[in-house]
Structure formats: structure tokens, C-alpha cells
């Protein structure tokens, strides 16, 4: 049977490997992480879309303070923004061509090291979403 969006895959970004959870379907994403207390300190979700665009996020029923990182197709981290617990005031990347956005604990970034120009491992994603049941093609990878 497929994996479902609370399975973690060991998926690196840059140096540093994140248990990452892959939010697809529209339902997953629109849920996110909302009423989650429970993320380890390498544990994040990467929201996956099937054609580049801006991204707005919010923190709607969301208490644990998050960073999220923007990243364009070829997997390369082109920003990072902090999210702040139950904020409903939309947080818009700057960028009209991403991919991928990955929540992650708020400092986790800073503290492994994260910058812009970091790259996510794409084939370790395209398998992941694989294992969903989902065709990675369909998501450019």
C-alpha cells in the first residue's frame, strides 16, 4: 500500500538530513501543520506543487513557531521565512517560480547551516513521492 502523508522519508537538505512528511493533495496542504505539537528537531513537511508560482503560508490553528524555506524547481533554497504560532497574516515568498516549500522548527535553518543556494536532494523526493503512489514526473522530477 502507498505511504501516507504522516509516513517521514530521509530526505537532505544540503548537508543536513530532515524526516520529511509530503504534503500533495490539496487537503494535505491545506491542513499542513496545523494542531501540531509533536515535530522532532529534524522532523519538517515539504509541500509539493506541480507547476512553479508565488506561495502565500499562514499559521492558522498552528502553535509551533516554524521557519519555511522556498525552493525552485532544481531544488535550490532561494528563501527562508519565520512563521510565528496562530498568525493569520499571510506570508508571501518574494519568488513567482517555487516548487517547494518546507516547514521546518523555527531556528532550524540558521542552526544546521541553511542558506539560499543550499540544494534539496530531488531524487530522494522524486522517491518519496513514489512511495506515496504519486508520479514524480508530475511534479517536474
Given at each position: ?51 512553479p508560482?508565488q506561495m502565500?503560508?499562514w ?20 528563501e ?7 498568525d ?25 547551516g ?7 536532494d530531488?531524487?530522494?523526493?522524486a ?15
Amino acid at each position: 500500500a502507498p505511504k501516507s502523508v504522516m509516513d517521514f522519508f530521509p530526505i537532505k537538505v544540503a548537508d543536513a538530513t530532515v524526516r520529511m512528511q509530503l504534503a500533495v493533495r490539496p487537503e494535505e496542504m491545506q491542513r499542513g501543520l496545523m494542531e501540531r505539537r509533536d515535530l522532532g528537531r529534524d522532523d519538517g513537511m515539504i509541500f509539493i506543487y506541480d507547476k512553479p508560482q508565488q506561495m502565500t503560508f499562514w499559521m492558522r490553528n498552528t502553535p509551533t513557531p516554524l521557519d519555511i524555506g522556498f525552493f525552485v524547481s532544481d531544488g535550490t533554497l532561494v528563501e527562508v521565512h519565520a512563521l510565528h504560532p496562530f498568525d493569520e497574516s499571510m506570508v508571501a515568498s518574494h519568488s513567482t517560480e517555487l516548487r517547494f516549500a518546507l516547514e521546518m522548527n523555527q531556528g532550524w535553518y540558521r542552526a544546521n547551516g541553511v542558506k539560499p543556494g543550499a540544494k534539496l536532494d530531488l531524487k530522494a523526493l522524486a522517491d518519496a513521492l513514489r512511495a506515496r503512489g504519486f508520479k514524480a514526473e508530475k511534479f517536474g522530477l
